[in-house]
């Protein structure tokens, strides 16, 4: 769309780069396997700084040896493929489908690659602009993709109206959970779930509570009785009671939510660990990403573990309205 990614910044500041690229699919064959690969040419500028502090990179980027095509594989398909860096592969592309005629070429890995992330590692493989423009027409496989600042993430859609108030031509914008529809629905059913487990977390500390208020209620049965047949209201010792099973409800509260915060930011590092240990399953996880603590989220959990502790205590302490003076005689 644009000459220089300057222009493209001058439009919107909140643009952090822009690259031409171009996307194809394959079928990549090693000397004992064959893999299933999405392509993607981009230039060397591609790998700004931005983008290069989310991989780690073994060799060189995209560096060409004479005529063969230079591609980067990830980790996870170069050890499926059984090749690393300087082996030869070949590839087997259909450009067009109304052409129909299958272009074999042969490439040299001159780079691997790893995210942390294997589902959207497992199948791309970069390959030059240049390159991939002669296996994909740029009509039907090239697109341009803005890279926006952090900071604006919550404003995609006015960065969009933006820029399409600048071009003279109507163009068709698309998001990178359009594009990736499968990975973010993943992102969002494992939201749901991780907010469906607080939720029953939270249940079950509220009726742990109530059975810790329930203990001292029993174990306070006689002292209770005095009480009452010193005169003392019942309503007077419920609220004595509850507020006792509150304030250590909110200890244990303040203790948890601090030790899960130093757990959490420390998170990254824990998970690295036990990857340099050889746990084979954290290679579907990312294991390299920043932490941002929602304190109001924190806050609506932490209300909501009170507001259902307090239900379920005052439940528990209807107990303390049975409680007769003349069971302590009884027990005597």
């Not at 040299?108 to 296996?135: P, W």
């Not at 409800?249 to 990857?275: E, K, P, Q, Y």
Request: negative net charge; hydrophobic residues 50%; charged residues 15%.
């Amino acid at each position: 769309l644009f000459e220089t990614n300057s222009s493209l910044k001058g439009i919107d500041g909140r643009i952090y780069a822009a690259d031409y690229v171009t996307i194809g699919y394959g079928i990549v064959y090693s000397r004992d396997a064959t893999a299933e690969i999405r392509i993607k040419g981009v230039d060397s500028s591609y790998f700004n700084e931005r983008r290069l502090a989310q991989f780690s990179i073994q060799g060189e980027l995209l560096k060409k040896n004479g005529n063969l095509t230079a591609v980067m594989l990830s980790s996870s398909t170069a050890e499926k493929l059984g090749v690393g860096v300087g082996d030869r592969l070949a590839l087997m592309v259909v450009p067009d489908v109304s052409i129909a005629v299958v272009r074999p070429v042969l490439a040299q890995v001159t780079s691997i690659f790893n995210s942390g992330y294997h589902q959207l590692d497992a199948s791309l493989v970069f390959m030059g602009i240049d390159d991939a423009l002669k296996l994909f027409p740029a009509a039907k496989s090239a697109r341009t993709e803005i890279l926006i600042d952090r900071e604006a993430a919550g404003e995609i859609d006015e960065v969009i109206s933006s820029i399409a108030g600048h071009l003279k031509k109507s163009y068709d914008f698309s998001t990178w959970d359009e594009f990736n529809q499968a990975v973010y629905q993943n992102f969002i059913t494992s939201r749901q779930v991780i907010l469906l487990v607080f939720l029953m977390i939270i249940l079950v500390a509220g009726v742990y509570v109530s059975s810790i208020a329930g203990e001292i209620v029993q174990d306070n049965f006689q002292s209770i009785a005095v009480l009452k047949a010193m005169g003392t209201h019942t309503s007077m010792i419920r609220r004595a009671y509850f507020y006792t099973v509150t304030a250590i409800t909110c200890l244990g509260m303040l203790c948890g939510i601090g030790l899960g915060l130093l757990l959490g930011t420390r998170l990254g590092d824990v998970l690295s660990l036990f990857a340099a240990s050889g746990l084979p399953g954290l290679q579907y996880y990312l294991l390299d990403f920043p932490i941002v603590v929602s304190w109001n989220d924190l806050l609506l959990v932490a209300c909501a573990l009170l507001v259902i502790s307090s239900i379920t205590v005052l439940f528990t302490l209807r107990r303390i309205g049975k409680i007769s003076p003349l069971e302590l005689l009884q027990q005597d």
